[in-house]
């Protein structure tokens, strides 16, 4: 039976997270008291949820005792497989919620926790899908042991280091974003040609998350998620009629009932 067992909050940014018997939350806002708490809240902030059976195998695997709530997470769960409730909606006690998008390990964690590679350890789990853009990749590829590139170097070496990274992970599907998106997993690439400058706006990359979320939680494999998204994404915006500038993310959620 799943079920929650721990609840907590941070009422500062990098303030240590509290347990607490109960929360409270609004809707678009999130968890009162949270610091992330606010007005038309960005979905990725207003509530976060891990399970505990993946803190309880980093403690086994690295020998180290965290609690739950180190880990920066406001909902500790037991029972559930969470990945998969993507796109779906859930209770939580008499709360429905709706999973957005997997919340990934991030350094601030890792060096909060001072623990051990924490994030190379996440990306040898499978059914991982990364979709970063040239800055974010070479900050990944810095925090996991490679060399540190400069965007410019990325941008010149994207396939090789596509390839590097995807030997070295290959159960993780990565969707490098760019002019034209690279899909590198299990030492094999897929390139999407048919990139457009309409996309290289904030919150495009947010709009290709969701749709590749949205497949997954409808049982699709996970790269063929991530190829049938890249195509639809670049696909809509290629139909978009307007001037590449004015393509915003909601034209292209618009777009994608017209596919």
């Known amino acids: 039976m799943s079920k929650v067992i721990k609840l907590g909050i941070a009422k500062n940014n990098n303030q240590k997270i509290e347990e607490v018997e109960k929360v409270e939350l609004l809707s678009e806002k999130g968890i009162v008291d949270d610091y992330h708490f606010n007005e038309n809240n960005d979905v990725k902030k207003q509530i976060t949820l891990i399970e505990s059976e993946n803190i309880d195998y980093y403690n086994d695997k690295f020998k180290t005792n965290y609690s739950y709530l180190e880990f920066r997470r406001n909902v500790v769960t037991k029972g559930i497989r969470l990945n998969d409730l993507v796109g779906k909606k859930l209770l939580i006690g008499d709360i429905e919620v709706k999973g957005h998008d997997l919340c990934r390990p991030c350094k601030h964690l890792e060096e909060t926790l001072k623990g051990k590679d924490i994030i190379k350890e996440f990306l040898n789990k499978k059914n991982i899908v ?96 991530t190829i049938t998204a890249s195509l639809a994404h670049t696909q809509i915006a290629l139909n978009y009629t307007g001037s590449d500038f004015s393509l915003t993310p909601e034209d292209l959620i618009k777009g994608i009932g017209n596919l």
């Not at 993780?172 to 706006?201: E, H, W």
């Open 130 to 225: 990364l979709t970063p853009h040239p800055k974010e990749f070479a900050s990944l590829l810095k925090i996991i042991g490679f060399k540190e590139y400069s965007i410019k170097e990325i941008q010149e070496n994207r396939f090789d280091l596509a390839m590097e990274f995807s030997s070295k992970y290959p159960n993780v599907i990565l969707l490098l974003k760019g002019a034209n998106k690279i899909i590198a997993y299990k030492n094999k690439l897929f390139i999407d040609p048919n990139g457009s400058v309409a996309l290289a706006k904030g919150g495009s990359g947010d709009v290709l998350s969701g749709l590749i979320g949205s497949l997954l939680a409808q049982g699709y494999e996970p790269l063929n998620a």
